[in-house]
């Protein structure tokens, strides 16, 4: 096949829709990471979901916790979301992600995690630095 058509093709492939469902599931870990960041303030860390590598488990996706100031960065915790959007799998600790059937099971594992006193110490450390 020549480049023209090659190029067309491609064209037709990327502007396919998302499924529904993929793109309920990353507005989903939007939304968590837009309520870390509400709660840490307009002068503390951003945070963002970045997108990572694709794996088996899915599209990883980190939610990253960045201080301007200093230029620290860290992933906070990363999600792998499969093309139908869940489960999700959600990796808090870098071991076996913890399957989210769906966003209220999501939002309830990610409450848990920054429930945690040295999560909590930590997102306290980084306002406190973002704050200088």
Known sequence: M?????????????R???SPTYREAVTALQSIARAIQKQLGQDGPQVAVEP?????LG????VAVRVPRTGFEEVLFRAYVPDTGYPIGLD?????????????????????????PEVRNR?????ETAAG
Do not use: H, K, S
Request: glycine share 8%.
């Open 2 to 14: 020549d480049t023209t058509e090659f190029e067309t093709q491609v064209g037709q492939i990327l």
């Open 16 to 18: 396919e829709p998302v």
């Open 52 to 56: 990572g590598c694709y794996i088996a």
């Open 59 to 62: 599209q990883q996706l980190n």
């Open 92 to 116: 808090l600790f870098g071991g076996e992600p913890v399957e989210c059937a769906d966003e209220m099971e999501l939002q309830n594992q990610v409450l848990a995690f920054l429930r945690r």
């Open 123 to 127: 997102m306290a450390w980084l306002r």
